[in-house]
C-alpha cells in the first residue's frame, strides 16, 4: 500500500472551473510538496509545505498535519494548467521523497 | 525559482555502452542531490541520494556499480548507467536540495536502449 495516496486519479474540468485535487498520506513528514509534471516530462515544484496554507498566483495549497491531508486547489483553472500533479512528502529532514501516483489534469476551453 | 538543468535532455545508445547523465544547478549550491527514475504512467522512484563529496546511498534493488553516481562539487552530480540494456531505458530525472529543503528538479534526461 502507498504511503501516499492521491484522489482523483483523473480529473477533466472545463476551463474556468475550480480544481480541488487531494493527497493523504500515512507517515510522519517534515514537508509535503506538490509538483507539477507537464507531458514533456520535467517536473516544477509548486509549493513545500510544512503547516497551514500558501498561494502562488491561481494556486492554493493547504495541509492538516493532524488529518496527514493535503490539498491542492486551482481557481479558475486553464487549459495550461493540462499536467500531471503530484504530491510528495519527506519523511525526514534528508529530503528524501515518497511520491503519490499523480493525478492527471484536462483542462479545455 | 532556483535552476537545475540535465544533459542530455536525450540520448540513444546501444546496448553495452554507457551513459553519463550530468545534473547541475545553475544559481544554487546543493549539498544533497537526487537522482529518480520514471517509467511511462508511472510515479517517481528514487535511485540514490547523492551527497557532495561522499559515496551515494542507494535504495533498495538499485545496483550500485550498474549506476554510478558522484558527486564532485556543490553544483554537480553525475548518474552513469554502465553496461545499458533496453530495460534501462527510462526517463531519469535529478533534482537538487537548496539549504531551505526546497528541491527543484531537472528537466530529466530519456534514455532510449537499442
Known amino acids: 500500500k502507498n504511503e501516499v495516496e492521491q484522489s482523483p486519479q483523473n480529473l477533466t474540468a472545463q476551463e474556468g472551473e475550480f480544481i480541488t485535487i487531494n493527497c493523504s498520506y500515512s507517515?510522519?513528514?517534515?514537508?509535503l510538496h506538490w509538483l507539477q509534471q507537464h507531458p514533456g516530462g520535467g517536473i516544477v515544484s509548486l509549493f513545500m509545505?510544512?503547516?497551514g496554507k500558501k498561494k502562488h498566483g491561481r494556486l492554493i495549497a493547504t495541509i492538516n498535519i493532524q488529518e496527514k491531508h493535503s490539498s491542492l486547489h486551482i481557481t479558475a483553472s486553464h487549459p495550461r494548467d493540462s499536467a500531471v500533479y503530484i504530491c510528495?512528502?519527506?519523511?525526514?529532514?534528508?529530503?528524501?521523497?515518497?511520491f503519490g501516483a499523480g493525478t492527471q489534469v484536462v483542462v479545455t476551453p | 525559482g532556483a535552476v537545475v538543468s540535465q544533459h542530455p535532455s536525450r540520448v540513444i545508445c546501444k546496448s553495452g555502452t554507457s551513459v553519463k547523465i550530468e545534473c547541475r544547478s545553475l544559481?544554487?549550491?546543493?549539498?544533497?542531490m537526487f537522482w529518480y527514475r520514471q517509467f511511462p504512467k508511472q510515479s517517481l522512484m528514487l535511485m540514490a541520494t547523492?551527497?557532495?563529496?561522499?559515496?551515494?546511498?542507494?535504495e533498495q534493488g538499485v545496483e550500485k556499480d550498474k549506476f554510478l553516481i558522484n558527486h564532485a562539487s556543490l553544483t554537480l552530480s553525475t548518474l552513469t548507467v554502465t553496461s545499458a540494456h533496453p530495460e534501462d531505458s527510462s526517463f531519469y530525472i535529478c533534482s537538487a536540495r537548496d539549504q531551505g529543503g526546497e528541491q527543484f528538479f531537472g528537466p530529466g534526461t530519456r534514455l532510449t536502449v537499442l
Open positions: 544559481d544554487f549550491q546543493a549539498t544533497t
Open positions: 507517515v510522519g513528514i517534515s514537508a
Open positions: 509545505l510544512s503547516s
Open positions: 547523492s551527497n557532495e563529496g561522499s559515496k551515494a546511498t542507494y
Open positions: 510528495a512528502v519527506s519523511p525526514d529532514s534528508w529530503g528524501k521523497l515518497q
